[in-house]
């Protein structure tokens, strides 16, 4: 089967990948959509540091094929959205409801591929980049079958990342004011996700002009191409402030410009052991500095949520995918992410 490889110097479309059968608890899922994330890229290029060979993909969506022995919420010719969260579910953090906090979850990369007699790991517990992957049971959620999968592939990571971080994490409530730096597929999605909450302004901030119409349709209120016009619009300075980039600089300026109360958060992945500063006595106005990791998800609620907000037409999916591209047609889909042509490209398989 197809699949995209990356093997620490080159990434390949390879055509001779196979992936084991469902054991225990997971479930063997038929892609047929993935965005292409800025994730996807930073392991290409070193700023997530991951083992290869490692098939790529973490935003997938797809038709169920055979489940393995005790899964009972998804079976096969079900439609699911993806997660990247292999909770175990049993946890003190799990039970408190905090499944990105769980231990299980994080730095254990299984090896469901092989490429002949080689072992291939899996990126995100899920690599979507594939014709088929095999998932833990907690990571497929069913959607309803009149969601187009090529929509419903993005929840599983930008939507629940971008939304999540605002409804989960900060909790942005009504008549607040929200600063978003950085409008690709993250940002896009806490623009709605703060429109959604009721924020009163909205800033976006990104040095493409040329993005400013996508950012408003998804819920900007005020367009800047840097942060230097915020304290114009927002003299006091702003309630919640998204760093959507992965910038050093750019997360200095998010807390620089949070008015009282204010709360940072930091979305963007800056490289390994980077470091920012900032002056500890501003902090003492009650500020704070939140990281957040994949939106404070729970995706078993939180998919199904959005699935639901896009039928009534409150959640935007469709107007994310800017592209799609055959699988086969990787090369050219990396090349317009990375120069910004696209907010998300789609791989369909």
Do not use: W
Request: proline share 5%.
């Amino acid at each position: 089967m197809r699949g995209v490889v990356f093997d620490g110097k080159r990434v390949e479309v390879v055509d001779d990948l196979a992936v084991r059968d469902p054991g225990p608890g997971e479930v063997l899922v038929s892609i047929s959509a993935a965005g292409l994330c800025h994730s996807d890229l930073s392991v290409v290029d070193g700023t997530i540091p991951f083992p290869v060979p490692v098939v790529l993909g973490h935003e997938g969506a797809g038709v169920v094929e055979a489940v393995g022995a005790g899964v009972s919420h998804v079976a096969p010719g079900d439609h699911v959205a993806l997660s990247t969260l292999a909770n175990c579910g049993t946890c003190a953090d799990c039970d408190r409801g905090r499944p990105t906090m769980c231990r299980q979850a994080i730095g254990r990369p299984g090896k469901p591929f092989t490429r002949g007699a080689s072992p291939v790991h899996q990126f995100a517990a899920n690599s979507a980049f594939a014709d088929r992957t095999v998932v833990k049971a907690v990571q497929a959620v069913r959607i309803p079958k009149d969601i187009p999968l090529t929509s419903a592939a993005l929840i599983g990571c930008g939507v629940l990342t971008g939304v999540g971080a605002v409804l989960n994490r900060a909790r942005v409530d009504r008549g607040e004011r929200v600063l978003v730096i950085g409008t690709g597929g993250i940002g896009l999605n806490v623009l709605q996700g703060a429109r959604l909450a009721g924020a009163l302004r909205i800033v976006a901030v990104d040095a493409n002009p040329a993005k400013e119409e996508v950012a408003r349709q998804f819920g900007a209120t005020d367009f800047l191409t840097s942060t230097e016009g915020v304290r114009d619009l927002l003299p006091t300075g702003v309630d919640h402030a998204f760093e959507c980039v992965g910038r050093v600089e750019l997360i200095r300026q998010a807390i620089d410009l949070l008015d009282r109360h204010g709360q940072a958060i930091l979305l963007g992945v800056p490289p390994a052991g980077a470091e920012a500063s900032f002056p500890v006595s501003s902090m003492y106005l009650d500020k704070a500095i939140l990281g957040c990791r994949y939106g404070s998800s729970r995706p078993q609620r939180d998919i199904a949520l959005y699935a639901e907000l896009y039928r009534q037409g409150r959640l935007m999916l469709d107007e994310l995918v800017t592209a799609t591209y055959p699988v086969e047609d990787f090369e050219k889909a990396r090349a317009d992410a990375e120069a910004g042509r696209v907010a998300r490209g789609v791989l369909t398989f």
